[in-house]
Structures are given as C-alpha cells and as structure tokens.
C-alpha cells in the first residue's frame, strides 16, 4: 500500500505544479489582451481569471498529458520507473490512476456545461446580454412543426418572463401564443393572461392556464439553446455514450504511452514519443468538433475505430 | 572541458525554454481555435483557415509570456541538473569568471531575440494576421449553418430543410428583436453596401409584442441585419513598433510603447534570476517551496505592471513618471528579495 500512496502523492503534486503554472500563462495573456478594453481593473481581474479557468474547460486533457508526462520522468530520472515497472503490471499501474483517470473523463463530459457557466459570469461582468438566456424548444407533431421560445430571463429570481409559441405545417402559421405574466405552478409553467392567434383571430385570454409541463426539470436539465424533443433523447444519449468512449480511449492511450516499456529504456527517442502523444492529443481534440451534415454517425463510428487501432497498436508491445 | 560545460548550460537553457514555450504557446493557440469553432456552431471547413490565421499571431501572444516561460525553463533545469548531481560538477568545474561570461552571453542572446521577436517579427506577422481574421470574421460573420440550424447571435435563428449557396429553402425563423415569426419558401443572404440583408420570399409572418400583434402574408419581405456591418480594418497597438508607439499622436499608444520598454527592463531582471536560479544549490530535497515564491512575486509584479499601465490610460493625473518610478521600484526590491532568497 506504501507504494501506491507514493505515487498517488508524486502525481498530485506534478498535477498541482502543472495546474498553477499553466493557469499563470493563461492568466497573463488574458491580462495583457483585456488591458485595453474600456472596464475597470476590477473587471478585467475577474475576467482575465474567469478566461483562464475558461481555457482548462476547453482542454482539460492538457493538463492531464503534463501531470503525466512531469509525474513519469521524474520517476526516470530517480529511476524509480524501473522498479515501478518491477513491481506493477501494466493492469496493477491503471488501477493506480483509475481514480485519476475517471475524474479527467466526467470533466471532458461536464466541460461544455463549465464553459457555458463560465462565459454566462463573464458575460454579467462585462455587463452585455448574450444567448443562452433564451431556450428554444422545437417538437413535431405529425406535420405540424412547433416552436416554443422561452426568454427574458431573470437572474435574481431564476425565473423567464416571456412564453412564445409558434406552430406552422408547409410553411403556413396555424397557431401563436405570447403570455408575459407567467408563473409556477408545482413544476409546471402557467400563465394568468396570454394573447392567442388562431384561426385567422387574435384573441386575449385572460385566465390561468398550464402552458408548459415539468418546466422546472426542463429548464436545469437543458443547458442548449436549442432543444428537440423528438431527437432529445436518443441524441444527447447518443452524443454521452459516444463522448465517454472516445475520452476513456484517448486517456488510456496516453496513459499507456507514458507507462510503456519503450520509455523505461535510456537513450529511448523522446521525440518520438511526444509526436505520438501530440498526434493522439490533437485528434481527440478536433474529431468532436467536426460536424458533418451527413454521415455523422459513420463518421464517429471510424474515429472511435481508428482510436482502437491505436490502442491495441500500443499495447500490444506491453 | 570548461568549454563543453559552458556549451553544456546553453544548450539545456535555450532547450527547456524552448519545450516550455511550445507546449504554452501551442495550448494558447489550441484554446484559440477551439473557442472560435464553439462560437461558431463548429465550423468543419474552416479549421484548417482558423488554425492558419491564429497561427500568424502566435509571435505577438509571445511577447508577454517570454519572462514567466524563461523562468519556468530555469526551474525545471535546475531541477534536471539537481536530481543528477550534474550541478555540484559545474560548480567546481566553472569559475566566477567563465559563469559571468556565460550569463552575459545568455542574457545577451535573449534579449536579441525577444527584442527581433518583439520589433520586427510579431509586427509583420500581426499585420498579416489581422488581414486574415478580418476575411474570415467578415465570412463568418454571420456564422455557420450546421444540422439545418442557421443562428446569426442572438437576432435571428432560421431552421431549414435544404441550402443552396447563400440561399436556404423551406424554412421557418424566428427574429427575436420582435417576437417574430416567418414561414417562407426561401431566404436569400444579401449583401448590400455594408449591410447583411434577409429577404425572404413567398411567406407569412407574424409578430406578437405588447406593441403589435399582426400576422401578414407576403410576397417578398426584407430584413436588415442592422448590426451586422463589414468591418473595416484598424489598426492597433500591435502594429507598431516601440519607437513607432512612442511617437503616436494618441496617448493609450504611446503609454503602450512607454510599457514596451519597461519590458525589456524586466526581461533582464528575469534573466538575471533564471541564470541564478540554474545554479542554486541546496542540500534539500526539492526547492518548491523557494521557486514557488519566486514565481508568485514575479506574477505580482506582472499584475502590478499591468494595473500602472491601466492607471496610466485612464487616469490623466497619473503621470508617465509615476509609473516608471512605482514600476522600478518594484522590480529592484523583487530583484533583491530574490537575490536573498536564492542565496
């Protein structure tokens, strides 16, 4: 047990020096880029942090490569490595760091979330009005197309005060509704007065009447703007299961290049290693940030392929 | 064999700074590409465009960065040097004299370069830069359309089920300034003088405020996206030199240039200190503890810096000789209290 806490202990601290370090960098290039805009040094102070903690949401696994990378030739250059390697098999070595390893993939998960919080303080800093306040609900009902838009919302009270509602089948507009005067009833959106548009006819409604069930859950649990019901679940879900694979591929294969037997070897060709890891960093970072309009899915379906192939390519020396 | 331990120290310098600031640099310009990809609703095609152009102004990102960078670089060589014993064999091998030769050679040797890097390169390259992200904010200006979902910000959001060049077909839209809502055959993007225009074509639209509340069919319907101008090309502080800045008419300029030199002053204190750090010997385990607050003082007097330059260029009773002054002051103490830290 000596030994796992050992290396436990050797890789927080790699971890807290690569943090510290890398968030000072990022810090002073936001600082020097924020000099110039017109906002008190108070606000360009909060910024310029917020902006720094912003770029780990966006790249997360950097600092997990130099963690790694500081953490694993340290021990090389103590030669403790060696009798690591002695004493843990490759299997033993990511038991080690599975908590480590399952920590960095739930941020890859949530780091979308992170960044939209982040940008949405910033935003009230700077004091400017940016989407993301507003939610566009969109669901299909045969052939009629609805869409309900939730907006002006209001941070003091956690609360929209706009409901809008638009239905249209082959370009025409059957149906529109705007309510201002909203409130929640339970979990569900209600409204005391509302104007309608039907049937060629506007008409003013004034009674209370549940526009929208389980609001409440709908609102924290949808952080996008735009959200489609018919697509919602089976997509997000989709889009989960195919981001946890492709993050728990990309960390194994670089944990498992830094845990080689090559690196183990002296006089072994580091370049080598770091083209690798940055090949494998970069891949990970562009492939989800390509969309196509079609073949989406095969798409995915050869990136995470590839990633195997990468995998088995490494370890099958170990 | 003093030779070789001198060459010995300059290699393994200039090689940690330069890994140090590839990896920062490189992460820097990662964080940019991806951030203008999220803003823009990813945007496949364009990656390579995007990673070009932010590419051209990586050497003017550089510039603020090179001391902490050359500081970094210094820690982790002394820790290389320290595990291996390395540092207590160039201690007796090299003599006050060799050292002192040596740092001024090194100290010499960046200062050229940072000073190339800082009037000539990131200047050439930031001009080419700012042509570049020009085209591609004004192509982009508008933003992308992904999945059958165009948003341009916060103002319109069209859905469609086909597109054709700049013409989008069956679509329903959502303006957002009047809680609009269109149902139309087509939209046309267009592009008149300086303006973005919408016009849609064979539609309804409807419009429900505490204004007005209408619903209308039409034949033609033109929307102009009134914020959304071509943007012409500025020039800012980055596309001057030091000399040039100090010479500009306007004030913010030239306290920028003013700013310019007072950095070149603090690059010699940090290589002062990264030439000392190289060589500090203790019989610890580790010097965290001593490096950390070297790097934290450091950062203060980066913060410190950054706050005089604010006051300079908002404040017109903050004099030019102020924040020379406060600023040095700054710099000898840390410089000092460093020198009695790493003694």
Known sequence: ?318 | MIGRARSYIIYNYFKYILIILLIFIGLIWLSQIIRILEFQYSISNQIIEIAGTTLLALPSFINPLVPFLILIGSFMLNSKIKISNEIIILKQYLSIKSLRILFQFLILFTIIIYTINNEIISKKFYEKYKIKELEIRNNLKLGSPVQNEFHIDDIVSIFFDKKKNNTFYDIEAIIYDQNQFIASDLVEIELSKSNFNLVFSSGERIILNDIEKSKTVFDKFTYILESKKYEKLLLDKDHYNTFELISHPEVEFRNHGHNKIFHYFFLILIGLISLKIILFYENKKNNYTKFSFIFLLILLVQILNSYLIYLLDNFNSFKLLYFYFINFIFLISTFFLINKILK
């Open chain 1, 1 to 318: 047990m000596i030994l796992p806490l050992y290396l436990a202990r050797k890789f927080f601290k790699a971890f807290i020096i690569c943090a510290v370090l890398s968030y000072s960098i990022f810090f002073i290039f936001s600082l020097m880029g924020y000099l110039g805009e017109k906002l008190s040094f108070k606000s360009i102070f909060l910024i310029s942090n917020l902006n720094s903690f912003q770029i780990f949401t966006y790249i997360p696994s950097h600092l997990f490569i130099l963690s790694l990378c500081l953490f694993v030739f340290n021990l090389k250059s103590r030669n403790e490595l060696i009798i690591i390697k002695e004493y843990f098999d490759l299997k033993k070595l990511f038991l080690i760091i599975f908590p480590i390893l399952a920590l960095f993939i739930y941020a890859e998960i949530k780091k979308e979330n992170l960044s939209n919080t982040i940008e949405r303080i910033k935003s009230n800093v700077i004091n400017s009005k940016k989407i993301g306040d507003t939610k566009i609900f969109i669901s299909l009902d045969g052939n009629t197309k609805k869409y309900t838009i939730f907006s002006r919302y209001d941070q003091d009270n956690d609360f929209i005060n706009q409901y809008l509602s638009f239905e249209s089948q082959n370009q025409k507009i059957h149906r529109g509704e705007i309510s201002t005067n909203l409130y929640l009833k339970g979990s569900d959106l209600f409204s005391n007065e509302s104007t309608v548009y039907e049937k060629n006819n506007f008409q003013y409604e004034n009674f209370n009447k549940r526009l929208f069930e389980n609001f409440q859950s709908f609102w924290t649990k949808n952080t996008g703007t735009i959200i489609k019901h018919k697509m919602i679940n089976a997509s997000s879900g989709y889009y989960i299961i195919h981001s946890i694979f492709l993050s728990v591929l990309f960390y194994f294969c670089i944990s498992m290049i830094f845990f080689s037997k090559k690196l183990v070897v002296r006089g072994v060709n580091i370049m080598k290693i770091f083209l690798l890891v940055l090949s494998v960093f970069l891949y990970y970072l562009l492939i989800p940030k390509i969309i196509l309009n079609n073949f989406q899915y095969l798409f995915h379906f050869i990136s995470i392929i590839i990633l195997i192939l990468t995998f088995i390519n490494i370890k099958k020396y170990e």
